[in-house]
């Protein structure tokens, strides 16, 4: 009996429960609360259930699975070196139709808009001590486009990778929780229940056009826009020549499937105990938050200016949909103006804030990339 018990103490000695830590359990109750969120509340669960069980499988002590040489190291590859993150955006750019934008071209201004926040919160985050090369990781969040920060952090500040991915993604799920508020506080229900005209039909030589032209006039403005937003135009293009239907078909389905699961357990890997809770981590994520916030505000007022400009013929909510969480935040304004009044559609109308907050953030981060590097 005594040899059991010795053998019993020794097996308890060397398992995980042994080694698990208070911050472990934090972790996992992260984890869970995240799952839940995922799977109970439908918020964005084909990012946070990866990404939350990938927390939970790093915070299961001696399991090896992030060492050198663990399936999860293997995994963090394609995060450490921007090949997942690039390869979204051109899933993103064969799923995206760009016809709102090019059909209403003054909202590329409301894209721009939306960037607000990256600035806020990168003067915000200098403040706080960060150098300007982490400040400008941190700042990014603003344009709640979880690919283009984990590209800018792992070029500028991979050390707070964990942190700022975390950040970037949770606030994109919560989208539909956050920007209502915000909305709500800077419109008022006249302005909600604003029509908009249809929008001009685009022809398929301009749509044909537009990636190839996006292409090079971003490339030979800004080289170091070339990754991310190359990659988002050839997905565009793919998706509207008409003669590569099965590559357009691979982007939008299989390729960006298994890229999302990789990227979501690799950022959830990120998330061990011993470099996730630190003081550094809560001062990100609430910067993160007030980029993000800031964003959306300053996408609406720029909408109200628009509104008045145009005559009220501009719903100024559509502003909203300027920050890069597509098409999440176009969806949101289409939801609260719909509460106001149920016979309006916004949606395509809120798509070419959408997506332009998608090319204007890649454009922050590589006048980032430009100024810092």
Same mark, same amino acid.
């Given at each position: ?6 053998? #019993? ?5 060397e398992?995980?429960? +042994? ?5 472990n359990?934090?972790?996992l ?8 969120l ?6 964005? *669960?084909? #990012?946070?259930? *990866?990404? +939350?069980f990938g927390?939970?499988l790093?915070?299961?002590p ?13 995994? /963090?590859?394609?995060?450490?070196h921007e ?14 139709d760009?016809?709102p ?9 409301l894209?721009a808009?939306?960037q /607000?926040g990256? /600035? ?13 090369k982490?400040a ?16 800018l952090t ?6 707070? #990778?964990?942190?700022? +991915?975390?950040a ?10 956050i ?6 506080? $800077?419109?008022?229900?006249? !302005?909600?229940?604003?029509?908009? !005209? ?14 190839i ?13 070339v990754p991310?937003?190359g ?5 565009n #293009? ?14 939008? %389905?299989?390729?960006l499937?298994?890229?999302t ?7 959830g ?5 011993? !470099?996730?809770?630190t ?8 910067l993160?938050?007030?980029? $993000? ?7 609406v ?9 145009s005559?009220g013929?501009?719903?100024p ?13 176009a ?9 106001? %009044?149920?016979?309006?559609?916004l949606?395509m ?6 997506? +332009? ?6 454009v922050a981060a590589?006048?980032?990339l430009?100024?810092?590097?």
């Open positions: 009996m005594e040899l059991y018990l010795q053998s #019993l103490a020794k097996v308890f000695g398992s995980g429960f +042994a080694a698990l830590t208070w911050g359990v934090v972790m109750l992260v984890a869970f609360t995240f799952l839940y995922a799977i109970v509340k439908n918020f964005e *669960p084909l #990012l946070l259930v *990866p990404i +939350a927390c939970v790093v915070n299961l001696l399991s090896g699975i992030m060492d050198q040489g663990g399936f999860l190291r293997y995994v /963090f590859f394609g995060t450490e090949i997942y993150p690039v390869i979204i955006f051109m899933g993103i750019g064969a799923l995206t760009f016809a934008l090019m059909a209403n071209p003054i909202t590329f201004l894209g808009a939306a /607000f990256v /600035f806020i919160a990168l003067f915000g985050a200098m403040m706080m001590g960060f150098s300007v982490e400008a990781s941190i700042a990014i969040i603003g344009g709640a486009d979880g690919p283009t920060s984990i590209y792992m070029k500028m500040a991979p050390q707070i #990778l964990g942190a700022v +991915a975390v970037a993604y949770s606030y994109m799920s919560l989208v539909p929780l920007q209502p508020p915000i909305i709500k506080m $800077f419109t008022t229900k006249a !302005d909600r229940a604003i029509r908009m !005209d249809g929008l001009r039909p685009v022809s398929k030589t301009e749509k044909i056009l537009f990636p032209v996006c292409t090079v006039a971003a490339g030979l403005l800004l080289p170091m826009s991310l937003i990659i988002l135009m050839f997905g #293009l793919i998706r509207e020549c008409g003669v590569t239907e099965r590559l357009s078909q691979a982007a939008q %389905n299989e390729i499937n298994i890229t699961v990789f990227l979501g357990l690799s950022v890997a990120t998330m061990n105990a011993g !470099d996730f809770l003081p550094a981590t809560i001062k990100i994520i609430g993160g938050l007030v980029a $993000f916030v800031a964003s959306t505000v300053g996408g007022l720029f909408g109200q200016l628009m509104k008045t400009m005559g013929k501009i719903n909510m559509i502003g909203a949909a300027g920050v890069s969480a597509v098409p999440m935040a969806r949101v304004v289409q939801s609260v103006s719909q509460k106001e %009044n149920p016979g309006n559609f949606l109308h809120a798509m070419g804030p959408n997506v +332009a907050g998608v090319i204007g953030t890649a590589s006048v980032m430009t100024l810092l590097s």
